[in-house]
């Protein structure tokens, strides 16, 4: 396990002229974008937590849209999710796990399964709750998913897993999944040879919602263990927080990231485990490119005038993710993700409502607060990756030799530069400097 030190090594060069220099000392000194006060560490611990219970649904549903809808052309109960699923054990929880990271148990959550049953209304049939939209909301998850798709070319020198789509082996592995999956539908079949290319990209959909779902697999039961760590005093600053983040990220990092699909009790491996794709590499550095930096505009909040230059020129500059939203609420599935809001709100602990109750202007305003707070905690998240990245790439952080630290030292604001860049509205529209204070609210 890799750690970060717990007290600011004694600098052996100079001070950072960076705008962002003190935010820059403390990485040096093994810290987190985030301020580490007992408020911060409140906030994000519960917002994990808030966050874990949706996300046990998002990874089960994910998983069953990639393995068994597959291409449904009317997918009308794709977030209806049997009991397989819901019984289907994680792989890093219980007592059956594969690398045990929770102690708690291997199927969905308790909490879950209680909302899944009366929402926040009462007991009724599945049909009801979704017709009343009194259920998890798939939509966030469906965009992080789409995000990831439509940027994922980023990561091109690195990661192989979207070489691999675009490769033959993979084309000829979805066409055996999709005549099976069609196997008897002449007028499916008929589409396929007129139109391949539109269900080859479907196919290349339905394996990113397999990625992400076995991204979260993991994310789900780290968010629930340090919300029990915190429960239990274990933590005692964000810094704590942020480590374990970056002892999981290491822990974890060779976990397989696969596509199979399963077609009347057969199995088509679309992405095989042999290809020996990987969680760090071709799941989560993705995701956090394209959900917590890029996305896309917001739609239906704010008119984008792409002539006088308010839209990037390149997808590389986009900058709407959540290290950026002004949160408040839209009524949107994208980021701000305000159903994620939604969805957190039932689950957050009791402290964090407390806490609310203190600082909210009104009930309703506690969305908004809460997605501030997790704006927060995903800046901590940001910086685990941060750290990981520079114990992978570069030198431990007390390292002796001067040289060394200096390259610690540009690779930390080179990280920083991307929330200082003026054009597009960039250095308005980062947080980084919101979250320096507690009366960001």
């Known amino acids: 396990m890799v750690q970060t030190p717990e007290k600011p090594v004694t600098t052996k060069i100079p001070p950072s002229r960076h705008e962002f220099a003190e935010v820059i000392h403390r990485l040096e000194a093994g810290g987190s974008m985030l301020p580490d006060t007992p408020e911060n560490l ?3 611990i519960g917002i994990y937590k808030a966050y874990a219970v949706p996300m046990d649904f998002y990874w089960r549903d994910l998983l069953y849209i990639a393995e068994q809808v ?5 997918a009308f109960f794709k977030y209806f999710l049997p009991k397989e699923y819901l019984d289907l054990h994680n792989h890093y929880a219980g007592d059956t796990a594969d690398l045990r990271i929770w102690r708690g148990e291997a199927t969905a959550h308790p909490e879950l399964l209680a909302f899944m049953e009366k929402g926040e209304t009462l007991k009724m049939p599945k049909l009801l709750h979704h017709l009343f939209h009194d259920r998890i909301n798939m939509e966030f998850a469906e ?6 798709l439509w940027h994922r070319h980023m990561y091109a020198p690195v990661n192989q897993f979207d070489a691999y789509l675009d490769s033959e082996e993979y084309k000829a592995n979805a ?4 005549k099976a999956y069609f196997q008897g539908n002449p007028v499916m079949l008929g589409l396929y040879k007129l139109f391949p290319d539109m269900f080859l990209e479907q196919c ?5 919602y397999s990625n992400l ?3 979260w697999e993991v994310m789900a039961p780290v968010f629930f263990e340090m919300s029990d760590i915190y429960d239990e005093g274990g933590f005692k600053g964000v810094p704590d927080a942020m480590n374990f983040l970056v002892n999981g990220i290491f822990a974890i990092a060779g976990r397989p990231i696969y596509h199979h699909v399963y077609i009347r009790g057969e199995c088509y491996e679309i992405i095989p485990k042999s290809k020996g794709f990987t969680w760090l590499y071709e799941a989560a550095l993705p995701y956090v490119e394209a959900v917590f930096y890029r996305t896309a505009p917001f739609r239906g909040t704010k008119s984008y005038n792409a002539q006088a230059g308010q839209v990037p020129d390149d997808q590389k500059d986009f900058h709407y993710g959540i290290l950026y939203a002004d949160v408040f609420p839209v009524g949107t599935a994208g980021i701000p993700p305000t159903l994620l809001m939604q969805d957190m709100l039932h689950f957050l602990p009791q402290y964090l409502v407390d806490y609310y109750k203190q600082h909210c202007r009104g009930e309703d305003d506690m969305l908004i607060q809460l997605g501030i707070s997790f704006q927060r905690s995903m800046y901590n998240v940001t910086s685990a990756v941060i750290q990981a990245l520079r114990t992978a790439l570069l030198y431990p952080l007390d390292d002796p030799n ?4 200096q390259a610690n030292r540009e690779f930390f604001e080179q990280q920083l530069n991307r929330f200082t860049r003026a054009d597009y509205g960039m250095r308005d529209a980062a947080r980084l400097r919101n979250i320096q204070t507690p009366d960001y609210r």
Request: with cysteine.
């Open 175 to 178: 066409d055996r999944a999709i």
């Open 143 to 148: 965009a992080c998913m789409r995000a990831m």
């Open 42 to 44: 409140m906030q994000i």
């Open 204 to 208: 290349r959909q339905m394996s990113y």
């Open 402 to 405: 001067p040289k060394h630290l």
């Open 70 to 74: 597959f291409l449904e052309p009317f």
């Open 213 to 215: 779902g076995l991204f």
